[in-house]
C-alpha cells in the first residue's frame, strides 16, 4: 500500500464517526451485544471485534492497522512499551527447557528478560557477535526456539544480514524476532527479507514526540493471533485509546520527521568527521562503517542516531563537552522532535555496578528535527571547550 494512504487514509472509516477528520478516542473499557448469539460470535473472535479493551478498542485497532502495513506485516498488535512487545514477542515461542540465540549487546531490557526473567523459567541462551551468520549456526542447538535480532543496534550499529538470518532460521524451525526500533518502519522492513516477528519501541520515531511510552509486534496472522490469545491478553500489555489516539496523530508525520532527522544527521555527522576533536563517527551509512554495504542494500535511510567517539585521553574532557553543550539534552531514548546526547562515562565509574563495555569516549546522538547549523554551531562551541 502507498505511504500516503497508511498514514492519511487507511483503517479510518469517517462515515462511522460524523465523517470527523481525526478519529475518536473510544475511550471505554467495555463493549456491548445485541444479543447472545451476538456476544457468542464476538467473543469467539475478539482479535478482529471489540469485546474488551485489554483485546482489541477501535481507536487502537487503527492504528494496530496502520502499523501492520508500515511494517509490510499481515496484523499487529499495539502494546504500553518496547520492551512488552519484545517480551511477548518472544516468550510466544518458548517453553521451560528451551534454548535463545540473541545478538551480542541487544537493548539493556532486552538483555534482563533473555538472562534473567528467561532464566527463571529454565530458558537457555546464547549471545554472538552475529555481524557473521556462522556465529549464529554454531550457537544452534536443537532446543532453540527463537532469534533474537537487532539491526543496527542502537548505541553501535552493528547489523546482521537479514536474509541469511531468516534463511538459516526456517532451516531449523526457530522463529526471527527483529528490533526495528532504531531504522522505524520508513527505512527498513525486515518482513520483506523473511523475518518472522517486527518488534519497535513506539515510544521512539512512531509516536515521535516524547509523549507516548508504547509498542508494535508485526508478523502474520497466525502467528500475531497465537500471540494475542496467549501473552498478550493474559500479561494486559494493551495500550491506552487516548495514547493510541496521540500516536495516530504522531505517524500523520512520521515519514516527514523521520526522512528530516536522516537529513540533518547527515550534515552533523559530515561536520563532526573531519574535526579534530572527534576520532570516529560510527553511523551505518558512513563509508568506514565496516557493515556499510550490507545496512544499505537493507535499509533506505538511518534516522537521527550516530555515535562519535571524543579524541581525547582524560574524563575530565568528556565532562569539558558535555558541560559546554546547550542545545541537546542529556537523556535517554530518541525518535522525538528533540536532539539528545547520551556519553557512555554516565555508566563507567557507577559504585558496585561493572563499567559499560562502550568506551567512555563515546558520546550517542539523537538528532531531531531542528536545522543543521543551529546543532552544528552548538556541537562547534562545545567542542571549542574541551582544553
Ligand atoms: C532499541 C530499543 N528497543 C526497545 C526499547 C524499549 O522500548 P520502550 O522504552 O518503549 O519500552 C528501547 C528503549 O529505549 C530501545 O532503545
Redesign the pocket.
Same mark, same amino acid.
Given at each position: 500500500m502507498d505511504l500516503n494512504d497508511i498514514l492519511v487514509h487507511h483503517a479510518e472509516d469517517r462515515k462511522n464517526y460524523f465523517n470527523a477528520v481525526a478519529p475518536p478516542i473510544i475511550q471505554s473499557s467495555n463493549f456491548v451485544f445485541d444479543s447472545i448469539d451476538d456476544l457468542r460470535s464476538k467473543i469467539s473472535d475478539e482479535i478482529n471485534h471489540h469485546v474488551y479493551t485489554r483485546g482489541n478498542n477501535p481507536t487502537v485497532q487503527i492504528l494496530r492497522k496502520k502499523v501492520a502495513e508500515l511494517e509490510h506485516a499481515e496484523d499487529a498488535l499495539i502494546t504500553s %512499551?518496547? %520492551?512488552?512487545? $519484545?517480551a511477548i514477542a518472544v516468550l510466544a515461542h518458548l517453553s521451560a527447557g528451551d534454548h535463545v540465540v540473541s545478538v551480542a549487546k541487544p +537493548?539493556s531490557?532486552?538483555t534482563k528478560l533473555i538472562t534473567q526473567l528467561l532464566h527463571r523459567f529454565g530458558v537457555s541462551h546464547d549471545f554472538v557477535d552475529a555481524t557473521n551468520v556462522d556465529n549464529i549456526r554454531s550457537a544452534i542447538q536443537k532446543n532453540t526456539k527463537v532469534l533474537m535480532l537487532?539491526s543496527p543496534? %542502537?548505541l553501535t550499529f552493528e547489523c546482521q544480514d537479514l536474509e541469511a538470518c531468516s534463511k538459516l532460521a526456517k532451516e531449523y524451525n526457530i522463529i526471527t524476532v527483529i528490533?526495528n %526500533? +532504531?531504522s522505524s518502519p520508513i527505512f527498513q522492513n525486515p518482513i520483506d527479507f523473511g523475518i518472522d516477528l517486527v $518488534?519497535h519501541?513506539?515510544?521512539?520515531y512512531i509516536n515521535g514526540h516524547s509523549d507516548v $511510552?508504547?509498542?508494535v509486534v508485526c508478523g502474520s496472522k497466525e502467528l500475531i493471533t497465537k500471540i494475542f490469545y496467549s501473552e498478550f491478553m493474559t500479561l494486559g500489555v494493551n495500550i491506552s485509546p487516548n495514547d493510541a489516539a496521540m500516536a495516530i496523530r504522531g505517524l500523520r508525520t512520521l515519514n516527514l520527521r523521520v526522512q528530516r532527522s536522516d537529513e540533518t544527521a547527515t550534515k552533523v555527522k559530515e561536520f563532526l568527521h573531519s574535526h579534530p576533536k572527534v576520532k570516529d563517527v560510527i553511523h551505518p551509512f558512513s563509508d568506514d562503517f565496516p557493515q556499510n554495504e550490507l545496512a544499505k542494500k537493507q535499509m533506505r535511510g538511518c534516522g537521527g542516531l550516530f555515535t562519535i567517539n571524543l579524541n581525547v585521553t582524560k574524563k575530565s574532557q568528556v565532562y569539558q563537552f558535555v558541560n559546554a553543550i546547550e542545545k541537546f539534552h542529556i537523556a $535517554?531514548?530518541?525518535g522525538g522532535y528533540e536532539s539528545l546526547i547520551i556519553p557512555s562515562i554516565a555508566f563507567h565509574d557507577v559504585p558496585g555496578v561493572e563499567d559499560s563495555p562502550i568506551p567512555w569516549t563515546f558520546i550517542r546522538f539523537y538528532i531531531g528535527l531542528e536545522d543543521a547549523d543551529y546543532l552544528i554551531t552548538d556541537i562547534q562551541q562545545a567542542l571549542n571547550a574541551i582544553e
Open positions: %512499551s518496547g %520492551s512488552a512487545a $519484545v +537493548y531490557w532486552t537487532e543496534n %542502537s528490533d %526500533s +532504531y $518488534v519501541s513506539g515510544t521512539k $511510552v508504547m509498542g $535517554v531514548s530518541w
